[in-house]
């Protein structure tokens, strides 16, 4: 089988794409809205999307993992945007009648300074020995997540340097009904993204956890495959998010054969996201830790420590598990 989850090339629509004056239920200050035609994109078609496994999409940020200081380690998504100066220019050019031009970056003087542990994402291209922004003027990267680190918490709380070890939420490897968190070795998760999704991430759009005992997990890119999904057409996609429960997702993700990546969100559709119960809310779920091998005792107040309490235990839905210290 094709293993998913591994560092992919940047996602594209599954439709051609029109844009329409009205805001964005997305994105706030956005004063336009991009909704999907019923026309198959050229992208999509040319990545053989009909043969494509198709995936959940799940909505949290975007992390990897691979080797920092001779470990592996978790790194998080930053972006090098451009500076006010360039990004004004950048703006003008997009609003000009001169789209047919390229617009010319000068990557050294034009962009925001990163730290100096920073690293493209291996998709970007390069031109000249630069690399080269995305249509959006940014340039793709990550950074190490240090332990304890204060501007990535929530992505610290879900892993543990000392025995190189992730929480992780997937299907149980014996029943794919019943979802699974476990305590997963980093170097199984090596060169792949992942999602981190939970309290305090994008909305907290599964209910997962609260305020006083938040709750956090990584899912692999890929991991929740969709087994019953319609034809690829416009209606059908459309009549499938709104009267399945499988369909109560944000979106579907197509892995390609080619490494491509093609998406369709609900937006696409003009349907809304969040949404009250979702189909990741829909299965029971095991805490499944399985720590003894480790030998291990972690801190108190940990994530760890505290989903080590209730190992074994078998929840209604991710919405039952309440951490108390």
């Not at 995936?55 to 940020?61: A, L």
């Not at 054969?257 to 829909?282: A, D, F, M, Q």
């Not at 972690?298 to 994530?303: E, G, I, P, V």
Request: net charge neutral; charged share 25%; aromatic share 10%.
């Amino acid at each position: 089988m094709r293993r998913l989850g591994s560092v992919q090339r940047k996602m594209s629509c599954a439709f051609v794409t029109e844009v329409k004056d009205e805001p964005s239920a997305k994105r706030e200050r956005q004063p336009f809205k991009v909704l999907a035609t019923e026309t198959i994109s050229h992208k999509a078609l040319d990545a053989d999307i009909y043969s494509a496994i198709p995936t959940e999409k799940v909505d949290g940020t975007c992390c990897y993992i691979t080797t920092y200081k001779d470990k592996p380690y978790l790194w998080a998504r930053l972006d090098r945007k451009p500076n006010k100066q360039a990004d004004k220019r950048f703006k003008n050019f997009l609003h000009s009648k001169e789209k047919s031009k390229e617009f010319l970056w000068n990557v050294e003087e034009d962009f925001k300074p990163v730290p100096e542990c920073w690293i493209p994402a291996k998709e970007i291209e390069q031109l000249n020995g630069n690399l080269v922004p995305d249509e959006n003027g940014h340039i793709p990267g990550w950074v190490p997540v240090e332990k304890n680190s204060k501007q990535y918490c929530w992505h610290s709380s879900v892993v543990n340097y000392e025995f190189e070890i992730a929480l992780v939420l997937k299907h149980h490897p014996d029943d794919s009904e019943l979802l699974e968190i476990s305590a997963v070795p980093l170097s199984d998760l090596l060169e792949q993204t992942l999602e981190l999704i939970g309290t305090n991430i994008n909305g907290n759009p599964y209910g997962l956890g609260n305020k006083k005992h938040p709750l956090h997990f990584l899912i692999p890119h890929g991991a929740f495959q969709i087994r019953n999904l319609p034809t690829l057409k416009h209606s059908e996609l459309l009549s499938w998010f709104e009267g399945c429960t499988e369909g109560k997702i944000e979106g579907i993700v197509w892995h390609c054969n080619n490494g491509y990546l093609i998406k369709v969100h609900r937006h696409h559709l003009g349907l809304c996201w969040p949404i009250p119960e979702t189909y990741l809310n829909s299965k029971p779920v095991i805490v499944n830790m399985n720590l003894n091998k480790y030998d291990c005792a972690f801190d108190t107040n940990s994530l760890f420590n505290q989903l080590s309490k209730i190992d074994k235990q078998i929840f209604g839905r991710l919405k039952d598990i309440i951490l108390d210290i």
